[in-house]
Every structure is written in C-alpha cells, then in structure tokens.
C-alpha cells in the first residue's frame, strides 16, 4: 500500500471510530488498538483495569499481525479472552515501521467489519 493510500486509509478508520464514539478529536492509533481488542473480546464493560487494557491492546496486536502469519488464533479462556500462539518471528523494525504495519491491517479490519 502507497503511503498516501494509507494516510487516506487510516483517516477514514479515525473517522468511523470518531464517529462511533461521539468524540470530538480522531482517536490514536492506541485507541484503535483498545477498541479492536474490545471487539475481539466480545463484551464491554464500564471500567477496564490497567491490566486488562493493556490485555485488550495485546489481543488487538496479535489479531492485527494474524493478517500476516506472524500470529494465529488459538482459542478462547475459560473467561473468554482470546489467545494467540506467535508463528513466525517479528522482523527488527523502526517504531515508524511497526506503527505502519499496524495501521495497514487495522484499516484491513475496519474493511472485513463492513
């Protein structure tokens, strides 16, 4: 994906979870990341510990690399949590690069949502 098509990708993923949260500045890439990991979850509830936040953005990685083999879904605990085994070993990446490739297959979620 060009970095344009990209940049014209992950604005309308912004907007779509602005939109759906009534807020009033486009959300980071972290709260997109929480939110993919609430939908993997399947259930909300009001106050999310520490723990389980950064639970949910973990879940919302490995969904989100699934895309591209380096993890796969195994199952779900005894409390319904997802749970992923690591397949291939992530390549060493800048921060800008590990933040592109998470932007590419979230908006490749947002686009299977539809």
């Given at each position: 994906?060009e970095?344009?098509?990209?940049?014209?990708?992950?604005?309308?993923?912004?907007?779509?979870?602005?939109?759906?949260?009534?807020?009033?500045?486009?959300?980071?890439?972290?709260?997109?990341?929480?939110?993919?990991?609430?939908?993997?979850?399947?259930?909300?509830?009001?106050?999310?510990?520490?723990?389980?936040k950064?639970?949910?953005?973990?879940?919302?990685?490995?969904?989100?690399?699934?895309?591209?083999?380096?993890?796969?879904?195994?199952?779900?605990?005894?409390?319904?949590?997802?749970?992923?085994?690591?397949?291939?070993?992530?390549?060493?990446?800048?921060?800008?690069?590990?933040?592109?490739?998470?932007?590419?297959?979230?908006?490749?979620?947002?686009?299977?949502?539809d």
């Amino acid at each position: 994906m060009e970095d344009w098509e990209l940049d014209f990708e992950w604005l309308h993923v912004q907007h779509r979870v602005q939109e759906s949260m009534h807020r009033e500045t486009l959300p980071d890439l972290n709260t997109v990341l929480f939110l993919i990991g609430i939908q993997e979850l399947g259930r909300w509830k009001k106050g999310f510990s520490k723990e389980e936040k950064q639970d949910l953005m973990h879940v919302a990685v490995c969904c989100l690399l699934s895309y591209d083999g380096f993890f796969e879904f195994v199952g779900r605990d005894e409390d319904g949590w997802p749970h992923y085994r690591q397949m291939l070993e992530m390549p060493r990446q800048s921060t800008a690069e590990q933040e592109r490739m998470l932007k590419v297959n979230a908006v490749r979620y947002f686009k299977e949502m539809d």
